[in-house]
C-alpha cells in the first residue's frame, strides 16, 4: 500500500529532525516501511494524512486510556487554556490533583508532578540515593526507565559485574553504579546483593514490564523483591509510567497487593498531555528540594493544562465502578479470539496480558524475560504488523511493545480487529 502523504512528509522531515521523527519507535526502523503520519484521533481511531483510518492499538503509548479527545477532557482542556497556558507559579489546580491522587493510592504520602516519565523516572531514582546515601541500583534487562543516563545500560559477563553504556555518550563512571538482572530472576538479584552488600541505593522495575512487550512478574516475584530490598535497606521503585492507574486505580502496588518505597507515574495521569511524577512517604519524600537537599526542579512541572487534563481523566475513570471490569473483558476478549484464529491457523504465538496492557509474540515457548522475548519471530511479527495496517489496524510498531486497549474500543473495533486477524496468511512449512 502507498502511504503518499506521509511518504512525503517523513522525506521531509529527515531534513529537520534527526531520523525525521522526535522518538525513535516512530521511526518504523524494527518493521520497516515508512512511518505514517497521523492528524487527528477521536475515540478508538486515528486518520492519517492520506486520510485513512486505523483502530488504535497504541493510543498515544498509553495516555489515551478513555479514547482520544474524550468530550469531557477536551472542555476541560478548553476552559483551562483560556485562563492562560502555564504561570511558573504555584496553582490550586496542583495541589487538588496531588490530594486526588495520594487519596487514592495505597502508600504514597506526597507526589512531585514533573513533565515526562523519563524525567520521573531520573528522579526518583536521584532522591534514592539521597535517602540512602548509597550510589548504585538494579534495573532489569528489557525495562525502560526512559533516557537518562543511568538506564542505558546493558548486561555485563555476569550476575555480579557491572553493567556497560548501550547508547554513545552514557560514560563508563555512570554505567559502574548500574547493576543488570534478568526479570524473573531472583537468584540473580540475590546475587547482586550478596556482592554489593551495603551499596545498592534502589531496586526500579516495571511491575508488568510493557518495553520487551508485555511480560508479567512470576507468582510472589515482586513480593520477595519487597522482602530483598527491606533485608538490605534498598529502596524499591516500581516504575508505574504505564500500569499507574491502568492495572487498576492504585495501580501495580493494588493489583500485585505489595508496597513500594517510590513511584513513578506518567501517561494517565495527564490526560494525553505531557506529565510525570514520582510519589512515595513522607520521610522519603522530605529529602527534596526545597524542604529537603535533594534537588529537582522544571518550569513546565504542574502546568495547568496538564494538571486539568489528568485530573478530569482520573476522575472520570474513578467515577465509573464498571470501568476497569469493562476494559478488561474487552482485552480478554480480544485474547482470547485472537488466540482462537491463530490456532486455527497453526501460527505458533503467545499472548501476553495484565489488566488492558497486552502483547502477542510468535514463540513457541512461554515469554518471562526479555531473552525470551528476543527469541520470538520477529520477522513474522513484521508481516503480521504490515497486514494488519493495510486493514486499518495500528499495532505498536514493534514486537518489544505493548499494545494499550482503550475504553472506546467496542464490538464494532473489535470485529475489524479480528477480521484483518482472519485474512492473515502466513505457513510454517
Known sequence: MIYQRSSALFSEAQHYIPGGV??????????GGVPIFMKSAKGAYMTDEDDRTYVDYINSWGPAILGHTHPVVLQA???????????????????????????NVPNIDQIRMVSSGTEACMSAVRLARGFTGRDKIIKFEGCYHGHSDSFLIKAGSGAATFGNPNSPGVTQGTAKDTLLAR?????????????????????????????????????DFL??????????????????????????????????????????????????????????????????????????????????????????????????TGFYERINRTTETLDFEIGKILNSKDIAHRINRKGS???????????????EAQQANHALFNNFFHHMLKNGIYLPPSGYETYFISDALRDEEIDRTLDAVRKFEYSNK
Open 183 to 219: 526479570y524473573n530472576d531472583l537468584e540473580q538479584v540475590e546475587d547482586l546483593f550478596r556482592h554489593n552488600e551495603g551499596e545498592i541505593a534502589a531496586l526500579i522495575i516495571e511491575p508488568v514490564a510493557g518495553n520487551m512487550g508485555c511480560v508479567l512478574p512470576e507468582q
Open 223 to 320: 513480593r520477595k523483591l519487597r522482602e530483598l530490598c527491606d533485608q538490605h535497606g534498598t529502596l524499591l521503585i516500581f516504575d508505574e509510567v504505564m500500569t499507574g492507574f491502568r492495572l487498576a486505580f492504585g495501580g501495580a502496588q493494588e493489583a500485585y497487593n505489595v508496597k513500594a518505597d517510590l513511584v513513578t507515574y506518567g501517561k494517565v495521569i495527564g490526560g494525553g498531555l505531557p506529565v510525570g511524577a514520582f510519589a512515595g512517604r513522607n520521610e522519603i519524600m522530605d529529602h527534596l528540594a526545597p524542604k529537603g537537599a535533594v534537588y529537582q526542579a522544571g518550569t513546565l512541572s504542574g502546568n495547568p493544562l496538564a494538571m486539568r487534563a489528568g485530573l478530569e481523566t482520573l476522575k472520570l475513570i474513578k467515577n465509573d
Open 357 to 371: 496492557m497486552m502483547s502477542i509474540f510468535f514463540h513457541i515457548a512461554s515469554v518471562s524475560n526479555f531473552d
Open 77 to 103: 482542556i478548553q476552559q483551562q487554556a483560556e485562563k492562560g497556558f502555564s504561570y511558573g507559579t504555584p496553582t490550586e489546580l496542583e495541589t487538588e490533583i496531588a490530594k486526588f491522587i495520594v487519596e
Open 22 to 31: 522526535n522518538s525513535p519507535v516512530r521511526a518504523f526502523k524494527s518493521v
